[in-house]
């Protein structure tokens, strides 16, 4: 998609409501209905907010960036423009997280580094199913096309560099070369990790990234099998001028931060929006984050990605998470107003 096609996009999502919002089970809630609101660092989430707030072109979130740029406020900010809107789907929440890895590698092959990275073939049609990442990989469909970046050690870190969708390669000479995503083959992501639990290799508790790349490189030859189960197959562009000390760059290109960007689907969760989650499980979350990324694995009103940063022990714990919980969309108040009326 072009810069401008991004931008209109964009302007759509946070101007109106799309028909899977309008179909949806909304509900009106308080800010003393918010388990925990009163304890979080709003002015953390109001400078994340800050970070994408220009973008749409619809004149209510224009004033409201523009207020929150000349008047900051916090926690009085939000209570005061917001209303917070429960949109309830078909399915169970569900959150997980990601993180941006950190690989080494090389940006021509060498014995050590022999893994590719490509760059999305002119051939393959955006949004259209092309070769499955069995066949892609088994029958070197992008070989000798000259559309490598960059060359890893290890094809499982690779695949979890595929479904992060984003990272950082360390070269040789102390460079890094910073990666992002460059579309993909059209397929489906299938998780290996519940492709495991129903082949009766662990249990679901059991599960986990680091778990499935220790599982993995210990059965190579069935490993490989299990990577191939997910078709979906992602590539990558160069990422240039971004900051090294910011994160990656979001769909809203944008740079996301550490435990205040969470992903998540645009059919029912405006890009922009502030997000109060509620994830339960061992280590609980309450925190107002802002929605300002996608994946093509978060699909449903209640299905969100929290990012956790940069490097192993983001993934680490990245990794662990997998929880139930309830996510409320923070929604200017005229327009969380008109969304429950037409209810």
């Known amino acids: ?28 809630l308080s800010f003393d209905q918010l388990e925990g609101w009163a304890e979080d660092d709003h002015s953390a989430a109001l400078k994340t907010f800050l970070k994408t707030c220009d973008i749409p072109k619809d004149p209510e979130w224009r004033s409201l960036c523009r207020v929150a740029r000349e008047k900051g406020g916090g926690r009085s900010f939000f209570e005061l ?67 490598e970046i960059a060359w890893v050690e290890d094809p499982v870190d690779l695949f979890f560099l595929q479904i992060q969708g984003s990272g950082r390669i360390k070269l040789p000479g102390g460079q890094v070369l910073r990666v992002g995503y460059g579309g993909h083959n059209g397929h489906n992501y ?45 590539f990558f562009r160069k990422v240039k001028g971004n900051d090294p000390k910011e994160g990656p760059i979001g769909a809203m290109n944008r740079p996301v931060t550490a435990g205040r960007t969470v992903a998540v689907d645009p059919a029912f969760t405006p890009l922009g929006a502030p997000v109060w989650v509620e994830k339960d499980g061992a280590e609980p979350i309450h925190r ?56």
């Open 1 to 28: 998609m072009t810069r401008a096609g991004r931008a209109t996009l964009l302007a759509a999502l946070l101007t109106a409501a799309s028909p899977a919002i309008a179909e949806a089970d909304l509900q009106l």
């Open 81 to 147: 423009f917001f209303r917070p809107v429960l949109i309830r789907g078909d399915e169970t929440a569900l959150f997980t997280g990601y993180f941006e890895p950190e690989l080494r590698g090389s940006l021509t092959r060498t014995p050590r580094f022999r893994v590719p990275l490509y760059v999305r073939p002119r051939n393959v049609p955006e949004g259209q199913p092309w070769a499955t990442r069995a066949e892609i990989e088994e029958q070197g469909l992008l070989e000798g096309r000259g559309l």
């Open 190 to 234: 299938r998780s290996i990790g519940q492709e495991m639990i129903r082949r009766g290799i662990y249990e679901a508790h059991q599960v986990s990234a680091q778990v499935i790349k220790n599982w993995v490189r210990r059965n190579p030859i069935d490993g490989a099998a299990l990577l191939r189960f997910n078709p979906s197959y992602v």
């Open 288 to 343: 107002l984050m802002i929605a300002q990324d996608t994946g093509s694995a978060i699909k449903g009103a209640q299905r969100a990605d929290i990012f956790f940063g940069t490097g192993a022990q983001a993934g680490l714990d990245a990794g662990k998470i997998r929880d139930p919980g309830r996510m409320i969309v923070l929604m200017p108040i005229q327009r969380a107003f008109a969304m429950v009326d037409e209810e």
